[in-house]
């Protein structure tokens, strides 16, 4: 597998990230919601195939579960709920749309230039490389979920134990504010 | 292995469409999308800075935001479920009512 991956790592992850984009654009110019949320899946399935060819497989699987499995279900469930056909013919996009639309175009003509100089200017810095070693004993590429979790549970615990509980209060208040008004 | 520039390139590229989707679209629901491309393209430069530095926080902390957008969307869909039973509406253009 590995050899295979090194070979092909590099096109493998160009084909993965186009058809994120891809979807992520079909998430936003579709004119239907469920079109949006499949737009949305292609998108997460193929940053969960970016995070396999970056060797990041506890964390492809986790986005597998987290988000195909989950919260594209829940937003399914939502857009059954609500009837969206009802907003069909009111028009798509908000009033502030070219103007929005100028201020991304202008920061991401920034961003291009500083990617444009990284690439093409004389003095560029030199590219960053992507290594495999770890300093602190554990492979993070051979020994993908032993290390994650040597890094969750024991370098990180106290961010982890706040998110548990961000998780229940999110929980709680999911709850609480959907349900109807009288119990 | 793909290079670094690459990464973070696809990366902006995510980032870039999510912001457009939030400004541009009326949807509160494909707005609540384009809120979680925007954080996994966070998360791709975390996973691609951490096989840079070979170390593992950066794929940590990427686990740690994958709960934490697991949190925002079920409050960010509780919302919506209750803004309709309230309104009627789940377009983000006609909801400007401090009182509700």
Redesign the interface.
Known sequence: MDPLL?AT??YL??IF??M??AG??G??FSRN?IH??VG?LL??LA?AG??L????E??AV??LL??AG??VV??L???M??EMTK?KE????????KA??A??AA??LA?VGV?WR??FAPGAAQ??????????G?D?AAQ?AQ??S???FA??LL??EI?SV??L???V???V??K?ERV | MPSMNAVLFISFLLFSVGVAGVLIRRNVLIILMCVELMLNAANLNLVAFARHSGTVAGQAFALLVMGLAAAEVSIGLALVVALYRKKDTIQVDQINLLKG
């Open positions: 090194a790592g590099q992850f160009h990230g186009l994120a984009v992520a654009l998430l936003v919601a949006s949320i949305f998108s997460m940053v970016c995070y060819t970056l060797s990041a506890f964390l986790a986005q987290v988000y989950g919260i829940l937003f469930f939502v857009v709920l609500v907003f009111k028009g798509l996009f908000q009033g502030q749309t929005a639309v201020v991304v920061g991401a961003i990617f990284t690439w590219a960053l490389t992507l290594d495999a070693g770890l300093g602190e554990l993070v993908n290390a994650v040597r890094g969750v370098g990180y961010p982890f998110l961000i998780l209060v999110a929980l208040g999911a709850v504010l959907a109807t």
